[in-house]
């Protein structure tokens, strides 16, 4: 498990927009948070790591080998997995017809028993509908979805959006876990909070490019970096 | 919303035990006349539901894949007017009839994976009038307009396939079969998936699987049903001709489905018991030439009454009292 992310300056257009601009940036076995300001490109990326949408220039690697222009699934097969913002369940599918749609195409430590150990609140609600679960709820359901195609990576994009803050604690927990196994986290936050508990270093990305990357304990003292990247006075 | 309760299978069960004791309580024309071609037609309208149930697609095209079946046993049928060169066993003629439309479903598949709503709307009524026009050209294979006669079909038990009780007993074996196997399929993981793509195509390739391949293998299965149902049909009218694949009829079986309603496969056989019935005693009830206004307003009023179908009016009236499906696990919080 665990694998070397590489993404090389890498370009993407949609028609005249600029939307990234050279990315760079490597995760390797240490989780990494990318924090930034709204409409800063950060979903554009992960979109563009799992070849959802065409990238202009650059290259994503894993583990050296070349993943751009191989389409999403393929890029899923070959060990990263997504979840994406706002979750996107699926209307019809029950929470077990989510796990089963997943389980048992890869070997690995996860499997649709451990996801209902792991999270018990999945297995009362297993014959709901994706669409009537709570907004905590979905999110556990849309991270199990990812954990169990077994991925080297998993990417998270703005999971702590519009939870209860006692849910995002349990998240904090759940991401710390799964990255302790030795699983490649990339997550994607804005929520300081969440960034800075999950990983040690947090990349900032400012229009399309990486700012900068530093240590989750300096942007965490740092007022003034946070007020000029991420435009919050504090973490909240 | 696939999965099947236990008062489901035990109303299914008896519903079968009801249909297989027929034999017994109804007259031949009911059996074969009424029955047997509700079901072989519902088969053909099963093939319409399952895409549109499961995979959010609506086919015009599953009567031309029934046609393709039907004229495919209709060309290798030993019995044949006019005689064919390539005539073999009706027992090969069956299967091979099957796989055609099984691959013909797969083209048609191909062709729509990059379309849909309207534009699949569009091709695949194309595609359907285009073959029927082609089966009336064509001399050769097709016999032109007067198609191809006599196919009755294999002797089963030492009976003809027209006996009534075989034609029903085999029509309901497989209708039922059918029926099924789409209902297991639909719980399977390609099941699973293909109702994933219908609610979000890009997560499911998201998920590492291939949207296009399990598009084209769900048309391949329609195919596979509706090639069953053409083959029936075909030995039930003892022949085919182009008319019998052409607009009109392709316009019936998606009135079938429409009224029974697309949100089960059960609909597609109870929109066609309800089209054959109407079909066949409008006659004695109206005037033969209105027969087409008397479905066209029995249409209209199941879908003004309920846009899902006889199904959806069924299922709001038994809902009316108690609030299914939602909240048995708690209240989301």
Redesign the interface.
């Known amino acids: 498990m665990g694998g070397r992310l590489e993404i090389d300056d890498l370009h993407v257009n949609f028609g005249q927009a600029v939307i990234l601009q050279g990315v760079t940036l490597s995760l390797d076995r240490a989780p990494l948070s990318l924090v930034g300001r709204n409409g800063m490109g950060k979903s554009t990326l992960c979109h563009a790591i799992?070849g959802?949408v065409a990238a202009k220039k650059g290259s994503v690697t894993l583990d050296g080998r070349p993943l751009l222009g191989l389409?999403?699934?393929?890029v899923?097969?070959g060990g990263i997995?997504?979840v994406?913002q706002g979750r996107?369940m699926?209307?019809?599918?029950?929470v077990h017809?989510h796990l089963?749609?997943?389980a048992?195409?890869t070997r690995g430590a996860w499997t649709v028993e451990r996801v209902y150990e792991t999270f018990p609140r999945l297995a009362?609600?297993?014959?709901?509908?994706g669409n009537?679960?709570?907004g905590?709820?979905q999110q556990m359901l849309a991270i199990s979805?990812a954990l169990l195609?077994n991925p080297r990576i998993v990417i998270m994009d703005e999971p702590s959006e519009g939870l209860a803050p006692v849910i995002v604690d349990h998240l904090i927990e759940t991401l710390r876990a799964i990255a302790a196994e030795g699983m490649g986290v990339l997550l994607v936050e804005q929520n300081m909070r969440v960034a800075t508990s999950v990983s040690d270093q947090v990349a900032i990305m400012v229009t399309g490019r990486i700012a900068t990357t530093m240590p989750a304990r300096d942007l965490e003292a740092d007022r003034d970096a946070q007020r000029r990247y991420l435009g919050v006075s504090h973490g909240h | 919303?696939?999965?099947m309760s236990r008062s489901h299978w035990t109303l299914t069960a008896l519903v079968l035990a009801i249909l297989v004791s027929m034999p017994l309580l109804l007259p031949d024309f009911w059996l074969s006349g009424i029955l047997g071609r509700s079901l072989i037609y519902g088969i053909v309208a099963l093939s319409i539901t399952f895409l549109a149930s499961y995979g959010g697609f609506i086919s015009l095209a599953q009567t031309m894949l029934a046609g393709i079946a039907g004229y495919t046993v209709a060309i290798l049928a030993p019995t044949a007017i006019p005689a064919s060169q390539s005539a073999v066993s009706y027992w090969l003629a069956m299967p091979l009839a099957v796989l055609a439309a099984t691959l013909a479903g797969a083209v048609v598949g191909l062709i729509a994976i990059r379309t849909r709503d309207i534009y699949l709307l569009m091709i695949t009524l194309a595609l359907a009038v285009g073959f029927s026009l082609f089966a009336q050209s064509n001399i050769d294979w097709f016999n032109g307009y007067e198609g191809i006669r006599n196919v009755v079909g294999p002797e089963l038990f030492g009976q003809p396939f027209r006996a009534h009780t075989v034609f029903y007993y085999v029509s309901l074996t497989l209708a039922a079969l059918l029926y099924l196997m789409v209902l297991y399929v639909v719980r399977t993981?390609f099941g699973?998936?293909l109702?994933?793509i219908?609610?979000?195509p890009?997560?499911v390739?998201?998920?590492?699987?291939?949207?296009a391949v399990h598009r084209i293998a769900a048309f391949a299965m329609a195919g596979f049903i509706a090639g069953c149902g053409g083959v029936l049909i075909t030995f039930y009218n003892i022949g085919i001709t182009p008319g019998s694949i052409g607009m009109t009829a392709t316009v019936n079986v998606l009135v079938m489905s429409v009224i029974g309603g697309l949100g089960h496969p059960v609909g597609a056989f109870i929109g066609a018991v309800i089209f054959t019935l109407i079909d066949t005693f409008a006659a004695t009830i109206y005037d033969r030439d209105r027969f087409n206004t008397l479905i066209g307003l029995v249409f209209l009023g199941i879908v003004v009454a309920s846009p899902d179908g006889v199904l959806g009016l069924g299922k709001r009236l038994a809902g009316r009292g108690k609030r299914k499906?939602?909240?048995?696990?708690?209240t989301?919080?």
Not at chain 1, 71 to 74: A, E, I, K, N, T
Not at chain 1, 90 to 94: A, D, N, Q, R, T
């Open positions: 799992m959802m389409g999403p699934s393929r899923a097969r997995a997504l994406p996107r699926f209307p019809s599918l029950s017809e089963l749609l997943v048992g195409r009362e609600r297993r014959r709901n509908g009537q679960l709570s905590g709820e979805r195609m | 919303m696939s999965l993981p699973l998936v109702q994933g219908r609610d979000n890009r997560r390739a998201a998920l590492g699987f291939d949207v499906d939602a909240g048995d696990g708690g989301p919080h």
